[in-house]
């Protein structure tokens, strides 16, 4: 019942910015933990920032000053921006959520997916 969908991938030059978003289905974001998980080519998925449902976010060492996430609930939208883009942050982002706080990867629920990707 619950469906994420992401929107706002492309093609961005190196040092540019991204805004994702995600919009929730099926129940209200208040009630879940939402994160952002990347993959890369060739890489494991990981979870680049996560927002729980107070409010706290975490982010990956690599991408801390640069990326903000961020919820509006009233919206029912999650967000991801991304600036100061460097190449090695092209991936798929997958917007996920769960009822848990997850700090990995395993998340209950997953979207289809946006391509990121950074020239230089």
């Known amino acids: 019942q619950v469906q994420l969908v992401e929107s706002g991938g492309g093609l961005v030059q190196a040092g540019g910015s991204l805004k994702l978003s995600c919009t929730v289905s099926g129940r209200t974001t208040r009630d879940l933990h939402m994160g952002w998980v990347r993959q890369a080519p060739g890489k494991q998925r990981e979870l680049v920032a996560g927002?729980?449902?107070?409010?706290?976010?975490n982010y990956i060492d690599s991408v801390k000053g640069r990326f903000t996430i961020s919820r509006d609930n009233a919206k029912n939208t999650v967000y991801l921006q991304m600036n100061s883009l460097k190449p090695e942050d092209t991936a798929i982002y997958f917007c996920?959520?769960?009822?848990?706080?997850?700090?990995?990867?395993?998340?209950?629920?997953w979207g289809q997916g946006t391509q990121v990707t950074v020239s230089s």
């Open positions: 927002i729980s449902t107070g409010g706290r976010t």
């Open positions: 996920t959520a769960d009822w848990y706080v997850r700090l990995g990867i395993l998340w209950n629920y």
